[in-house]
């Protein structure tokens, strides 16, 4: 049997949104068309693709491996859909893009691949920084664009839209105890080896939950998330980070588990800034249609009206 255009897209919806009712929100079908398309995207696939429990369906590590196989088949059809569309090989000039670190890591390689494949003639200038100079910068007119947090830029000086909410989870070892519960309160972090996670992006939040958390001995500190995946991992400690960062199909994926919380803690929100009120060049325009079709492959919750 093979699989369809609709399975995928009902897939991903459930993956993204943790059940099949909050999924039925994006998806204009009854819940029996999208639980037999699981079950039959299952049965073809061979594999469990989730874990079904009272809150919800949680991806298992087959569903995490799929879940990133799914997004790249429906980006390259809209991709093709675009390139047809719009002829974008028309399109020249220079786009003067701003990030910080943790765009650079995790989001911005998907992104710029996209862009570059869709505009082949615009030749795009990268600036990596911290976020407080990344909106200087843009303040001044030295960047056309940039991608970041934007839960705390100057709203009265930059444009901001939303990509994608990213929700905090405990990271654990596989054998971790903690790993046997479905979701984990902070305060149960308590006992445990805190790793820390150095991102300014990152602070405020993570300051919230250290003291939620009842300020549990930190462990180790720093700026590497690998070092982070690999202490986790081997059981060092346990860490809290935006879900964005996990990568199951990684090096140490198998070792590793995630839960979500029991607290509701500010999502961090990549997003797409520019100078208010400034005429955008057509290579900004056109990147921010891109950013707009990533999101909305990536993320049910984000907005895309540009």
Do not use: C
Not at 32 to 55: C, P, Q
Not at 133 to 162: C, P
Not at 201 to 212: A, G, M, P
Not at 220 to 243: F, H, K, Q, W, Y
């Amino acid at each position: 049997m093979q699989i369809s255009l609709k399975q995928l897209v009902y897939f991903i919806a459930v993956a993204e949104s943790g059940s099949i009712s909050r999924a039925l929100t994006s998806l204009n079908v009854t819940q029996s068309v999208v639980t037999e398309a699981i079950k039959k995207l299952e049965d073809t696939l061979g594999a469990e693709l989730f874990t079904r429990h009272a809150r919800g369906m949680v991806l298992t590590h087959a569903g995490h491996q799929f879940l990133r196989h799914a997004h790249e088949v429906l980006a390259t059809l809209r991709n093709a859909e675009q390139a047809i569309r719009e002829r974008p090989d028309t399109v020249t000039g220079k786009l003067n893009l701003g990030v910080t670190s943790l765009v650079t890591a995790y989001y911005l390689p998907y992104l710029l691949d996209r862009f570059e494949r869709v505009f082949p003639g615009v030749e795009v200038s990268i600036v990596e920084d911290r976020r407080g100079y990344i909106e200087h910068l843009l303040i001044g007119g030295e960047l056309d664009v940039a991608v970041m947090d934007v839960s705390n830029v100057d709203k009265q000086a930059l444009e901001t839209r939303t990509l994608l909410r990213s929700p905090w989870r405990v990271w654990l070892a596989a054998n971790h105890p903690l790993a046997q519960k479905e979701a984990i309160r902070l305060e149960e972090l308590h006992p445990e080896r805190f790793l820390a996670l150095k991102n300014d992006e990152l602070e405020e939040v993570t300051q919230q939950i250290y003291r939620l958390s009842r300020f549990p001995k930190i462990a180790v500190r720093t700026d590497s998330i690998e070092a982070m995946r690999s202490l986790v991992a081997v059981g060092i400690g346990v860490a809290v980070l935006p879900n964005l960062m996990y990568r199951p199909w990684s090096l140490e994926g198998d070792r590793l588990e995630s839960r979500p919380l029991l607290e509701e803690l500010p999502r961090l929100e990549i997003g797409v800034v520019w100078r208010r009120g400034s005429a955008l060049s057509e290579t900004a325009r056109q990147f921010l249609v891109i950013v707009a079709e990533h999101a909305r492959i990536q993320d049910q919750d984000a907005l895309f009206r540009f």
